[in-house]
């Protein structure tokens, strides 16, 4: 790597660490704003046992210096115990549920690649066939759909009527449909992205040059028009993350999947404070990191490219 590669990656870790510190403060404060408190929703309990809880979390101190005290423990690593979950530590709750949705993630994300990048290339090749139509047509349904309207139909057909698959994530078979419901939409669009810049790529002079000096097809198609194309589809795996991950936050309360999605969606009608934040810091992280691991692949794909 050349030195400019080197200071931009630094600037870049420079502002994924200020990123992830403003998302903490912002979701710390907004979390504490509102109004109610995670105890103020137990049955008969006093209001001396409620003092007592907040003494024993820490909620009877100063906002800020719960703030200070917080990012403190979140620098080295530690969220606490859980308010709502009694007697099991955040780290503990969200490497259980990591388990599962890293599982659905990797496998959505994957399959999300592969099928786009395949189905973009047959598209653009087979450029106005009735492959190409049928193609272009299913992935503008699948970008529009949202994944919870996506996830109730796979759940309502494969589930209800047909039968064929369990309705809960936690049985057998039970994370094919999460899965899919995931990787439709990214799916598309990377067929649509690469499509696009296949296109392109295939009317460009180096093309008909490969070909006049007796290239092959094949050789033309992998080794130049392919290789180039997929340039805005790396830039889209930090985007593509983004959307599997709040994503899954959706589809793993519609399948009842046991993952961090449904973990951080109950910690916030639990007003779990300690929970919410452990969960939200995680996803941030991983963002922020595929965001920063995209970039450094466009370089890695296109060393032409100057990183600034």
């Known amino acids: 790597m050349d030195s400019k590669t080197i200071s931009y990656i630094l600037k870049r870790i ?5 990123t992830l510190w403003a998302v903490i403060t912002i979701t710390f404060f907004v979390m504490h704003a509102v109004p109610g408190g995670p105890f103020t929703r137990e049955k008969a309990i006093s209001a001396e046992a409620q003092a007592a809880l907040n003494a024993k979390y820490g909620l009877d101190k100063p906002l800020f210096e719960q703030y200070t005290t917080y990012l403190g423990d979140a620098i080295q690593g530690n969220f606490g115990p859980s308010i709502k979950q009694r007697g099991r530590m955040v780290t503990d709750i969200i490497v259980d549920g990591m388990k599962t949705s890293a599982k659905i993630g990797i496998i959505a994300l994957l399959i999300a690649t592969v099928f786009g990048i395949i189905f973009g290339a047959i598209a653009a090749l087979k ?87 007796g290239v092959s097809e094949r050789n033309v198609i992998v080794h130049h028009a392919l290789k180039n194309s997929l340039i805005p589809v ?28 449904r973990y951080f969606v109950n910690s916030i009608t639990g007003r779990d404070y300690t929970l919410i934040m452990g969960t939200t810091i995680v996803l941030a992280t991983l963002i ?15 060393p032409r490219i100057t990183l600034e």
């Open 127 to 213: 450029r106005n066939t009735i492959f190409d139509r049928i193609i272009m047509v299913m992935t503008t349904a699948f970008v529009s759909m949202p994944s919870f309207i996506m996830g109730s139909l796979l759940l309502i057909l494969f589930c209800t009527t047909l039968n064929l698959l369990p309705a809960n994530g936690a049985a057998k078979g039970g994370l094919i449909l999460p899965v899919i419901t995931l990787a439709l939409y990214p799916m598309s669009y990377i067929t649509r992205l690469t499509r696009s810049s296949m296109l392109d790529v295939l009317g460009q002079d180096y093309i008909r040059t490969a070909k006049a000096k």
């Open 14 to 18: 420079v502002m994924a660490v200020f």
């Open 288 to 302: 922020v990191i595929m965001n920063l691991v995209s970039d450094i692949l466009y370089k890695v794909v296109d």
């Open 234 to 261: 790396i830039t889209y795996f930090g985007p593509e993350l983004a959307y599997i991950v709040t994503g899954s936050l959706v589809v793993e309360q519609i399948f009842a999947v046991p993952g961090i999605g």
